[in-house]
Nanobody, 125 residues
Framework: VQLQASGGGLAQAGGSPRVSCVAS????????LEWFRQAPGKERELVAA????????YYADSVKGRFTISRDNAKNTVYLQMNSLKPEDTAVYYC???????????????????WGQGTQVTVSS
């Protein structure tokens, strides 16, 4: 099983990069998917989550209205479109696959089965 994240890098405040995560080795459409992030010295936090069909999504309050999670089951790929970036969005972003997807805004509702390696997003002011 592999979750390969890409699309991170250096972005300017106000920018709109998109990170992607391609999965292999799993029945992709059976899994809910999440994006987490972890900034230096801070705990990992849930950024966004999406159920198997894409019909239900959840967002952290800090990104609601700015970030959009989506998935393409035909391409085994989950995306995180980030708009109106802020310096506080700087973190390593991790994708994760969750067979027993529950959903909701609390990080404690999630127990992913598989994690990607993370992609660094650095926002300059």
């Amino acid at each position: 099983v592999q979750l390969q994240a890409s699309g991170g890098g250096l972005a300017q405040a106000g920018g709109s990069p998109r990170v992607s995560c391609v999965a292999s080795g799993i029945t992709f459409k059976s899994y809910g998917l999440e994006w987490f992030r972890q900034a230096p010295g801070k705990e990992r936090e849930l950024v966004a989550a999406i159920n198997w069909s894409g019909g239900s999504t959840y967002y952290a309050d800090s990104v609601k209205g700015r970030f959009t999670i989506s998935r393409d089951n035909a391409k085994n790929t989950v995306y995180l479109q980030m708009n109106s970036l802020k310096p506080e969005d700087t973190a390593v972003y991790y994708c994760a696959a969750d067979l027993n997807f529950v959903g909701g805004p609390s990080i404690y509702s999630y127990d992913p089965d598989y994690w990607g390696q993370g992609t660094q997003v650095t926002v300059s002011s």
